[in-house]
């Protein structure tokens, strides 16, 4: 079971220990230079860095001698270029590219509002669940002398299933959004205005479904690591989950609001879980949809 005693122990002089200072600095240093530039992006840009930074302190700290860190390292690494890779490709390291739901979030609350949230939550809160969902890394170095077993393998086939997932949802939106551009460009008419093929046929968030579903694959390296099923390093996934939740309905609302014709796409495809596609007549209302 998890617990404050759990949690100090992986403060206490250990690699992960130092990957949370690394954390705590780069929230301050992510804060102030928000306070700069006027934009939040700077966690964005972070996102997809940490997870690696993290991991490969601990793999460093121990030579990249055991076997479950040394490949848990690995997968993240793949995870972290390949998210990367997709954040630069829209943009998300130019100047301006800051996600627009932090900016309706900041006309939802008004500039001293935002900047409450900002100091409490957005850059500390943020980068603590980072720290969060990367930690079974902590659990697999306590018990770096427990042999792989066959729960590391379905971990790792598990993980690299969903990065592959996210990786054709990714690029599903992107090729339908440049086509989109293009076409608005040439004075076309775009019908949905929003993605409705491949992957999204099952779910409208396949790639959200991917990401959530990804770093529950990475907690089970902790649970075969040391035979424990619950333990403090399930706050990170189940934070993450949450997290992405909120994110999803405060996202099909705004994007209820800017496409009329949206609803009745909610009305039969499912928001996270892929599934075949429902008649609406046997589809369930959701909340705040």
């Known amino acids: 079971m998890f617990g404050l005693d759990s949690l100090n122990n992986a403060l206490s002089q250990t690699p992960f220990g130092t990957a ?31 997870p690696p930074i993290y991991c490969l302190i601990v ?22 270029a390949r998210l990367t890779f997709n954040f630069a ?56 002398d427990a042999p792989l077993g066959w729960v590391d393998y379905l971990a790792a086939g598990l993980f690299l299933l969903f990065v592959v997932g996210e990786t054709v949802a990714d690029g599903q939106m992107w090729r ?11 004075g076309e008419e775009v019908d949905p205005p ?34 424990e099923w619950l333990h403090w390093t399930i706050l990170g996934p189940l934070g993450l989950t949450l997290q992405f939740i909120s994110s999803v309905r405060m996202t099909e609302e705004i994007t209820a609001v800017r496409y009329p014709g949206y609803r009745d796409h909610q009305s039969t495809v499912p928001a996270l879980i892929p599934l075949p596609k429902m008649r609406k007549s046997d589809s369930m209302p959701v909340p705040g949809e």
């Not at 339908?176 to 040439?186: C, T, V």
Request: hydrophobic content about 50%; overall charge positive.
């Open 176 to 186: 339908f959004q440049q086509d989109k551009k293009r076409r608005i460009a040439a």
């Open 194 to 227: 929003f993605i409705t093929t491949g992957l999204y046929r099952y779910c409208r968030r396949p790639n959200y479904f991917c990401e959530i579903a990804l770093w529950w694959a990475f907690y089970l390296f902790a649970v075969s690591a040391s035979g």
């Open 89 to 144: 490709r829209k943009g998300g390291y130019r100047r301006g590219g800051e996600d627009y739901r932090w900016g309706h979030v900041r006309e939802r609350l008004g500039p001293a509002g935002f900047q409450v949230l900002s100091i409490t939550f957005i850059h500390p809160g943020q980068m603590l669940l980072i720290w969060l969902f990367t930690s079974p890394v902590h659990r697999a170095w306590q018990f770096r």
């Open 59 to 80: 793999a460093f700290a121990i030579g990249f001698q055991d076997a479950r860190v040394a490949l848990m390292t690995v997968l993240v690494v793949l995870w972290g």
């Open 20 to 50: 949370l200072e690394v954390c705590l600095a780069l929230a301050l240093v992510a804060w102030v230079v928000s306070l700069f530039t006027g934009e939040v992006a700077w966690i964005d840009r972070l996102w997809s860095l940490c």
